[in-house]
Structure formats: structure tokens, C-alpha cells
């Protein structure tokens, strides 16, 4: 196995926020798709269902949302919740880091709230990326098999980076579903879990210059011998 690949694969991942209208064709997102699907699940549960838009369907996902009229601001996680009801550290000074970092390459202020509004909504546009994934699971299912989804979800974005395409996860559609259920069919028993821009990286826009910082390895790890 060439270990060099791999890790270029995991660390070169990152969250793109301005894509090119090059388009991907069926056969790629399909070989992602079955690449990503040896992710592991519980006794072999397979427990994730995924939704690919493109073309006229997902820009009427995207109207959709944007005409709903519910900022998401205001919005109600009714299906689940994605973060804490209030924030503490070391969480909160990450957030805060990242949210800075990427309005500054932006050039926006911290006083711009309209400005800061419509970088927020370009996330249901997918930012503009040609294919749109959205990810759902079976509201029967119990926590263990969300662990499995969220393994598969990384999978999709590793496969894709094998192909030299870029994503970005995106949990702001999570709240939206009553706008995407009726847009993609997906049934009542499914909860809309996230959403997933899959193209090729704009690397004109600054946006695209962000890299995310991680924690020092002793914050997180224990080597407990």
C-alpha cells in the first residue's frame, strides 16, 4: 500500500468553499460512491442513503431553502442537534478561530452581518460546486449506526480526493428538510442528515486559501501503557 497516497489523501481534505462549473460525470461519482461504501458499519448494517443532485433539481433545492424565508439563525434543529446548546472551551476558541479566519480572507468585518449572512447562504448553493450529495439515515436507527455514516461521509471525501475533486460537508441543510424531502423523495423515515458540495476546487477565490488548524497530538491523545 502506498502510504504516501493515503496520506496525502487524508491531509490534503479540507472544507472548499468556491468551485469551478466543471462538471463530474455519473461514472466518477458512482466509483466514489462504491469505494466509500467498504467504509465499516455494525454487523455489516450499511446504514447510509445518499441523494446526488445536479443540473436543474439542485438549483430548486437550493431556491427552495433561500425562498423558505427562515434564516438559519432562527431555524429549529427539530430532527437532531449538530452542536451544543452553548458553547465552552476548548470548543468555542476553535469556532471562533476558524469563523475569523475565513471572514478575514473574505475581507469581512466583524460588523457585517449582511455580508456575513449571504457567505452563510452560498452554503445551499453548495457554493456553487456542480454536484450536491445530501446524506440521510433511517430514524430507527440508534446512535452507534450515525457513527457508521459519519465513517462512510469521511470515505466520500477521501475517495473524491483520490480523484482529485474536493468537498465540503455542509450541516446547514440538516435543518431544511421539509424544503429537500419533496425536491428528492426521500421518505419520512429517513432524517436529512447533511449536505455535501463534490467538484473541482476554485482556486482563484480566496475563501480557498483557509486551512483549518488542528490540536497538538498530546491534547487528544493518551498513551496509556
Known amino acids: ?45 450499511q446504514p447510509w442513503k445518499v441523494y446526488v443532485v445536479s443540473g436543474e433539481r439542485k438549483e430548486a433545492l437550493s431556491q427552495a431553502i433561500l425562498a423558505s424565508g427562515v434564516r438559519p439563525e432562527k431555524i429549529e434543529w427539530d430532527e437532531y442537534k449538530y452542536y451544543p446548546d452553548k458553547f465552552f472551551e476548548p470548543y468555542l476558541a476553535r469556532r471562533r478561530a476558524v469563523g475569523y479566519a475565513l471572514y478575514t480572507l473574505l475581507g469581512i468585518g466583524r ?18 460546486a456542480p454536484v450536491g450529495l445530501i446524506f440521510t439515515i433511517d430514524r430507527r436507527l440508534n446512535v452507534g449506526s450515525w457513527l457508521d455514516l459519519g465513517m462512510f461521509v ?32 426521500i421518505p419520512d423515515e429517513e432524517i436529512v442528515v447533511c449536505g455535501m458540495a463534490l467538484g473541482h476546487e476554485d482556486t482563484s477565490k480566496p475563501e480557498n486559501a483557509l486551512r483549518s488548524e488542528r490540536a497538538a497530538l498530546e491534547e487528544f491523545v493518551s498513551f496509556v501503557r
Open 111 to 128: 460588523r457585517e452581518v449582511e455580508r456575513m449572512r449571504a457567505q452563510h447562504d452560498r452554503n445551499f448553493t453548495f457554493f456553487d
Open 1 to 45: 500500500m502506498n502510504r504516501e497516497a493515503v496520506d496525502e489523501a487524508l491531509t490534503s481534505r479540507r472544507s472548499v468553499r468556491a468551485f469551478l462549473p466543471d462538471p463530474v460525470d455519473d461514472e466518477t461519482i458512482g466509483e466514489i460512491m462504491q469505494v466509500a461504501a467498504r467504509a465499516p458499519s455494525g454487523t455489516n448494517m
Open 154 to 185: 469521511q470515505s466520500v471525501m477521501i475517495a473524491a480526493r483520490a480523484r482529485d475533486l474536493h468537498t465540503c460537508p455542509q450541516a446547514a441543510f440538516a435543518p431544511y428538510h421539509r424544503e429537500i424531502r419533496p425536491l428528492l423523495n
